[in-house]
């Protein structure tokens, strides 16, 4: 029976979306831009020769209109390769892998749109009064680095933890795990939860950062996210009650609210997340799934505006995809994807509204152009084909080739 490995490069959009505009996206890029200003500042180009073979610049060209720059032309290619455009109303993390999933999110989120004073005081006051804390810094919209370094030091003496959003549907807040607590800040954060509710805010996320001083403070490992679930049954759910299994690889689980999520395993890094990956594989059963986020590419890289670790970061993960196929069996199906895209060259430190690659490589798949989906669903369709599920009711399936 199959199995299958869905791997997300979180944030590796190929070219703006043809809506863009209404995002304030016009020409975003983040591979292209990324493959362009290493060939520029480096003198070499960004080097991923087996994200090549498997149809990252060829789904980059047909997304975009123009190959990365340094990207070889003429190199054959191994696996089926395409784009894809996203139904649902954001460019987050949310609804890009909900929609993948099969449950495109077609009502809009709800925002904290002002720059300054983003949050409404009776939501921040209902927070902090079940919480029992003395009150708020920042609730602006802020980088999360930046946030800490200028208001770190006031956290810790006051004891009021950070609160800030972005462009996403998000409340995120900040807090020193020894000063304040890991467990309080979680503790918070699931209040928090329950009154964004209310405001339809996709995610509360637990930014906790260590260090001593504003020069050293830096967040840690200890991230979480707690999502709203899903409106309606996902693959992932399908596939379980069905009697396969989902292995979340690293913030899967949370993406999703612990629903429809076999085991759980917790890795970082891009280093961590692969080996996870590979030991999950290793011990994958019949019609399971492993799934894997690798975030660092958005949180490291994407909102940070950092072009260089952002390509070396992508240099390393294509050293590691060897051992990846090999470990693969002929019957298992990888896909390769994106959520959104997160130009680093782009203004400010948020998503990019982008196509996403698909290189999808295995199960009898014929190498080629599958072409630019409708819907990110189809990754969700394909999955629930290759799994011997009933069709899901968003996507269509790319394993249908003529």
Avoid at 189 to 204: F, K, L, S
Avoid at 245 to 261: E, L, M, N, Q, R
Avoid at 339 to 352: A, E, R, V
Wanted: net charge negative; charged share 20%.
């Amino acid at each position: 029976m199959p199995r299958a490995v869905l791997l997300i490069l979180d944030s590796l959009g190929v070219g703006a979306l043809p809506d863009a505009a209404a995002f304030g996206d016009v020409g975003a890029d983040t591979l292209g831009h990324i493959a362009a200003q290493t060939l520029r500042t480096q003198q070499r180009p960004l080097r991923l020769p087996h994200l090549q073979r498997l149809g990252l610049g060829h789904a980059a060209r047909l997304a975009s209109g123009q190959l990365p720059a340094g990207f070889d032309p003429a190199i054959t290619t191994i696996a089926a390769w395409g784009a894809a455009r996203e139904h649902s109303t954001g460019k987050d993390t949310t609804s890009g892998h909900w929609e993948m999933m099969g449950v495109p999110m077609l009502e809009d989120w709800g925002y904290f749109r002002e720059r300054e004073n983003s949050m409404p005081a009776a939501l921040l006051d209902a927070i902090a009064a079940r919480a029992g804390i003395p009150g708020w810094l920042g609730n602006c919209h802020a980088s999360g680095t930046t946030i800490i370094a200028e208001l770190g030091e006031e956290h810790v003496r006051s004891g009021k933890p950070i609160v800030y959003t972005s462009a996403d549907s998000v409340l995120q807040i900040a807090a020193h795990e020894d000063a304040f607590g890991l467990e309080r800040l979680y503790q918070l954060c699931q209040i928090a939860r329950e009154c964004v509710d209310d405001y339809r805010i996709g995610r509360v996320i637990a930014r906790p950062f260590v260090g001593a001083d504003a020069a050293s403070f830096k967040r840690s490992h200890n991230r979480h996210d707690y999502s709203t679930p899903p409106p309606s049954p996902t693959l992932l759910d399908c596939l379980c009650a069905d009697g396969g299994a989902v292995h979340g690889i690293g913030k899967i689980p949370d993406i999703f609210a612990h629903s429809g999520i076999s085991t759980e395993v917790k890795a970082h890094g891009i280093d961590g997340l692969f080996d996870a990956t590979l030991a999950t594989l290793a011990q994958c059963g019949e019609r399971g799934l492993v799934f894997t986020n690798f975030v660092d590419f958005d949180s490291e890289y994407g909102h940070r505006r950092d072009v260089a670790g952002y390509a070396a970061a992508l240099e390393y993960f294509d050293t590691r995809m060897p051992e990846l196929l090999a470990a693969l069996r002929p019957d298992d199906l990888l896909i390769l994807s994106a959520d959104h895209g997160n130009d680093p060259t782009w203004p400010g430190s948020d998503h990019t509204r982008e196509h996403i690659p698909i290189l999808a490589f295995g199960a009898g798949l014929r190498a080629g152009s599958i072409g630019i989906r409708d819907s990110f669903a189809d990754i969700g369709q394909s999955l629930a084909a290759h799994l011997h599920l009933p069709a899901l009711d968003n996507g269509r399936s790319f394993l249908e080739q003529p």
